[in-house]
């Protein structure tokens, strides 16, 4: 996924983590386009910036754009995210061990059946190590591609 621009956004809570995954990713090769903030201000609010990234994948004819958010908990960020058409963003706070019956885990499965275009990570919840991994994980997996959930992706995105 080294084609796409992985567009980044963090409020005071997700910032510290924001800037190590990109300083990581722009080691790995990826381009980055960050939205802000683009310095710790205790208190700023998170809408701003989620919405700012979102409403770049939104309008992005290309499919070359994809998102992380970083926020306290990660669940505003993504209600936010969510609510711009043909975005789908997925929460992440945590270690992901447990695995559903066919075997795949949440962030894998995310992308594979949901496309997810956009990671919301809860800053608070997670180690700076552990989401370098899973970033890594949910940026190399793909689409799966399977009829019944690109119908329902595009499900998702025709809703108003």
Known sequence: MKNKTIVLASDHAGYELKQAVKSFLLEKGYQIEDVGATSYKEGDDYPEYMAKAASMIAMDQTGLLIGILFGGSGQGEAMVANRFPGVRATV???????????????ISLSREHNDANVLSIGARFVSEENTKATVLRWLETAFGGDERHARRNVQIDSIE
Not at 92 to 106: E, F, N
Request: net charge negative.
């Open 92 to 106: 992440w706070y945590g270690d992901v061990t447990s695995t559903a019956v066919d075997g795949g885990d949440i």
